[in-house]
């Protein structure tokens, strides 16, 4: 099989994955004339996910072929598709060449499970290693790490990687052994155990030699070697939503407990999609993406805004978020009470859970009221969604007459109808 009939295959083969954001490496470029690339800029080439979100990186498998049968999954081994595999120094090739032609600017590699677990992992840290030990590729790398696989293989993979992920896969143990029985919740917990470990060990190591560069001499140079890097861009994860019944209450518990335990960078939500000669415990159907868009408002209202999960969604309120509004609307028209929030006096926490106001607009409103008190004319000034805030703030020459009327709120939060394009 030729290169190109192969790239076909394993591209379309690695669309899937969602979980390949480049955000948050170290810099590294090569304008001294010293290696190959640089990773500043996070777009890279484009590949599709099934609902047609733009990802940008050369997202590859290094093989389709795969010893499990995880049911969701289009690569599982009783799967009819056509298989391809990659050599090591192929992915290598390939990642030159098109770094060189200017398409990419990294590399997103995971891979089938071949012969075992160790074996699979060997040789997806060997391509990076050979990407930056032999060819000095400064690029954005990202390796998706196999859970089983042993501890020096991980080890060694953050060394080369900027960012690793181990995908959690579903929501739930229960649905794990159901849809993927092969796989263990516990290797993969244990793994992303061990990679915060070493995150947080070179992260550590870092600080400590910014901290005598600091205090030694202006001239004298340090006679330490570099703080060694690992997976400087952190760990993330991906959960396939709607593979199950599964709630989103039970989903962003799960977020929840993956960021607070494992320090995750990201959970990525990945829309089920429903695959060829499926198995007959699927649904037929893929979720509304809407669904996995709500999932995304929520988990960024968990990393930024204080949210816990259960206020965001819990089995209390049928454990599902509303598709027609967004998940700080929802909590804001299901608290009456806690509005109108006074825009001069309410605390940073407050302000951020008033629907409209992002944490930029926050600062800058925390940043105005220490020089007067704030009027309904400077929230415009200040960049700040006027029509969508003031039912819930009071400002001075503004009051609202009564509590958001949720009513309202929903008539204009539903969006326009839509007719349908002439072809
Ligand atoms: S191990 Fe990965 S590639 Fe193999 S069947 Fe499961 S999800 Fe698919």
């Given at each position: 099989?030729?290169?190109?009939a ?9 669309k ?5 954001a480049?955000s948050?490496?170290t810099r ?9 690339g ?12 099934p609902d047609?979100?733009c ?14 049968d995880?049911?969701?999954c289009?690569?599982?081994?009783s799967?009819?598709v056509?298989?391809a595999?990659?050599a ?10 098109f770094y060189r032609?200017?398409?990419?600017e ?6 089938g499970?071949i ?19 032999e ?29 690793l ?8 143990e ?10 263990d919740?516990?290797a ?6 061990r ?9 550590a ?5 910014q901290r ?14 570099k ?6 861009a952190?760990?993330?994860?991906q959960m396939?939503v709607?593979a199950?019944?599964?709630?989103d ?9 993956l960021y ?8 990525y ?8 000669d499926?198995?007959s ?6 979720p509304p ?5 709500r ?9 930024f805004?204080?949210?816990?999960a259960d ?8 454990g599902m978020?509303?598709?027609?509004v967004?998940?700080?609307?929802a909590?804001?028209?299901?608290h009456?009470?806690?509005?109108p ?8 926490e ?12 926050v600062d800058r ?6 020089v ?11 960049h700040v ?7 819930f ?5 503004h009051?609202?007459?009564k ?8 008539a204009?939060?539903k969006?326009?109808?839509?007719q349908?394009?002439l072809?």
């Open positions: 099989m030729d290169l190109n192969k790239l076909a295959i394993l591209a379309d083969a690695a899937y994955d969602a979980s390949c480049s948050g490496g590294r470029d090569s304008v001294q004339g010293r290696g190959v640089s990773n500043e800029g996070v777009g890279i080439c484009h590949s599709y996910a047609g979100r990802i940008s990186l050369l997202k590859i498998l290094l093989t389709n072929y795969c010893q499990y995880c049911l969701y289009v690569n599982r081994v799967s009819n056509p298989r595999r990659f090591i120094d192929e992915v290598v090739r390939l990642t030159l060449d032609r200017n398409c990419i990294g590399l997103f590699l995971s891979s499970i012969r075992s677990p160790d074996y699979t992992m060997e040789q997806v840290v060997e391509v990076a290693r050979r990407l930056r030990e060819h000095d590729f400064r690029g954005y790398i990202h390796l998706k790490t196999i859970p089983d696989a042993a501890p020096e293989l991980l080890q060694r993979a953050g060394r080369y990687a900027d960012r992920s181990i995908n959690i896969e579903l929501p739930t229960g649905s794990l052994l159901s849809l993927a029985p092969e796989k919740v516990s993969i917990k244990r793994s992303m155990a990679l915060r470990v070493h995150i947080d060990d070179a992260k190591e870092a600080r400590d030699h005598v560069d600091v205090v030694s001499l202006p001239n004298a140079r340090p006679a330490r070697a703080a060694k890097s690992f997976a400087a952190g760990q993330s994860t396939i709607g199950d019944a599964t709630d209450a039970t989903i962003l518990a799960t977020s929840a407990q607070g335990a494992y320090r995750l960078k990201r959970v939500y990945s829309a089920f999609s429903p695959i060829p499926a198995s415990s699927l649904p037929l159907q893929a993406l809407v669904r996995e868009h999932l995304y408002q929520a988990d960024w209202l968990m990393r805004y204080g949210f816990a206020e965001i969604a819990s089995p209390r309120s049928g978020l509303r598709l027609e967004d998940p700080k609307l909590w804001a028209l299901a009456p009470e806690k509005f929030v006074d825009l001069d006096r309410a605390p940073r407050l302000l951020l859970r008033v629907p409209g106001l992002g944490v930029k607009a409103l925390l940043l105005a009221r220490r007067r008190r704030l009027r309904s004319e400077d929230l415009k000034r200040l969604p006027v029509q969508k805030v003031l039912p703030v009071v400002v001075t020459g009051r609202p007459a509590g958001p009327d949720a009513a309202q709120m929903l204009t939060a969006p326009a109808p839509l349908a394009a072809f």
